[in-house]
């Protein structure tokens, strides 16, 4: 069984700075994408960031040059450094690894809460 566990989350004020990182316990094989979603309540879910095998990152525009999407392979590890918070930055983050033949894992998710 399957789990991807979430740290690093909390309450920081705005323009700090927090890490989130995902552990996966269990074994998966051929992890091609990692990535960060992130929801608020009475909205979808939104892709944060995301990062491939090969180490190609994806960002939302509104964390460009804020936020920085890093993954080890070895220990099945994604890790996000999140800086310049702004109090929009508020969610419930969620870590994702999409894996061979179509399976989907995701983390209970991480509140994050950015004050003013």
Do not use: H
């Not at 890490?19 to 009475?42: D, E, H, K, N, T």
């Not at 491939?52 to 890790?79: H, L, M, P, Q, W």
């Amino acid at each position: 069984q399957v789990q991807l566990v979430e740290s690093g989350g909390g309450l920081v004020q705005a323009g700090g700075s927090l890490r989130l990182s995902c552990a996966a316990s269990g074994s998966i094989s051929r992890i091609f994408i990692m990535g960060w979603y992130r929801q608020v309540p009475g909205k979808q879910r939104e892709l944060v960031a995301a990062i491939s095998s090969g180490g190609s990152t994806n960002y939302a525009d509104s964390v460009k040059g804020r936020f920085t999407i890093s993954r080890d392979n070895a220990e099945n590890t994604v890790s996000l450094q999140m800086n310049s918070l702004k109090p929009e930055d508020t969610a419930v983050y969620y870590c994702l690894m999409a894996a061979a033949r179509g399976s989907n894992y995701w983390g209970q998710g991480t509140q994050v809460t950015v004050s003013s």
